[in-house]
């Protein structure tokens, strides 16, 4: 549930989208910031107990939020919620840096995520949007590490990070994004980072270009397996790569995106694409989404011409189809 410029009406969910999304493999909670909309607990528990077993339920959260949010996703995180219900719950965490956090709210941050590793230690996962290649990335993996460590970690577990690059958003006002020709850079100083924290392992959710490990050395490849891509695919050795048929472009089987009136869109990139509405679907299936998904293709596949640097990359159709498409379109 994603809600670009303003917040879901309750009615609107409860009686309209929720009957319609309640059956889907992967519900996420998006936003803005999904736990400040004034009925958050109430949209989020009728979600959680309209869903099937085997599914999966999300919250993307900045951290800060109030007690009664915190405690109702403490809740559905223990061996009486999502466990119970054999349902996968996952809170991913974006962790600010200083620079555009006050000290106070960064320590509530990390208080946040230490109880929820301690209702459910695989409840959490922190994220990092990727902006520059001179960012502070080293600040943000030491505080995340120091956190893990602090809960006792068992030192033969690994744990991943998930990133992003900030790509360009697409029809609406300028934002600052990520140059692709920075990639390497920055995949340089998380090879760098990965040894230092042996239990640390990087995970892409949507596109891994795979230029970002260009400049690994020769006695690094054995860092290549500790990023993932497409959430929960290992990246194989460097030397497999030309033996087998690998694809670590844009992840366009990613649940769709719906807004405030229901309209749905791809990715947060292109929310200005409309590809549907919920109105269209009796349900928002895997049947909603391929039709929905082979439009956003056509429109920034095949009638979208590829730009540099990519145009003349090595992997280009060959294992990458240019990272995130939004490029294409600056």
């Known amino acids: ?25 992967v519900i996420n909670f998006m936003g803005g910031e999904p736990t400040l909309h004034p009925q958050f607990n109430e949209i989020f528990s009728r979600t959680f107990e309209a869903m099937p077993s085997f599914t999966s ?8 939020m109030g007690d009664k949010a915190l405690d109702l996703l403490v809740s559905t995180a223990g061996r009486n919620g999502a466990l119970k219900r054999k349902i996968s719950f ?13 000290e106070k709210n960064h320590e509530r941050c990390g208080e946040v995520a230490e109880i929820f590793m301690r209702a459910n230690g695989y409840s959490i996962t ?56 920075d990639y390497p850079k920055l995949g340089r100083k998380m090879s760098q980072l990965l040894k230092r924290f042996p239990q640390m392992a990087f995970r892409f959710d949507c596109s891994f270009p795979p230029c970002f490990l260009d400049e690994i050395e020769e ?10 891509f497409h959430g929960f695919k290992q990246v194989p050795e460097l030397t497999e790569w030309k033996t ?7 992840a366009d089987g990613s649940p769709m995106d719906i807004d405030s ?3 749905c869109f791809n990715c947060f990139p292109f929310h200005e694409m409309q590809l549907g509405n ?18 956003f293709l056509t429109s920034v596949f095949e009638k979208t011409e590829v730009k540099e640097p990519c145009k003349s990359c090595p992997h280009y159709m060959v294992r990458c189809s240019s990272g995130c498409f939004a490029y294409n379109f600056i």
Do not use: H
């Not at 809170?91 to 006050?102: E, K, Y």
């Not at 006695?219 to 993932?228: A, C, I, K, N, P």
């Not at 919920?278 to 299936?285: G, L, M, T």
């Open 219 to 228: 006695d690094e490849t054995d860092l290549v397996q500790r990023f993932y």
């Open 278 to 295: 919920v109105s269209e679907f009796k349900e928002v299936n895997s049947i909603a989404s391929a039709r929905m998904g082979a439009r």
């Open 261 to 263: 009136k229901g309209d």
């Open 90 to 102: 996952a809170v991913l965490l974006n962790w600010q840096t200083l620079d555009n956090i006050s």
């Open 126 to 181: 922190f994220s990092i949007n990727l902006y520059s290649k001179d960012q502070d990335i080293e600040s943000q993996c030491e505080q995340i590490d120091a956190i893990y460590q602090k809960v006792g970690l068992p030192k033969d577990q690994e744990y991943r990070i998930r990133v992003s690059p900030a790509f360009p958003i697409v029809g609406g006002e300028s934002n600052i994004y990520l140059p692709i020709r």
């Open 57 to 64: 339920l999300g919250l993307f959260t900045n951290g800060l």
């Open 244 to 250: 087998q048929d690998l694809y670590f472009g844009c």
């Open 1 to 25: 549930m994603r809600t670009p410029g303003k917040s879901m009406d309750f009615d609107y969910f409860i009686s309209d989208l929720l009957p319609k999304i309640k059956n889907t493999p």
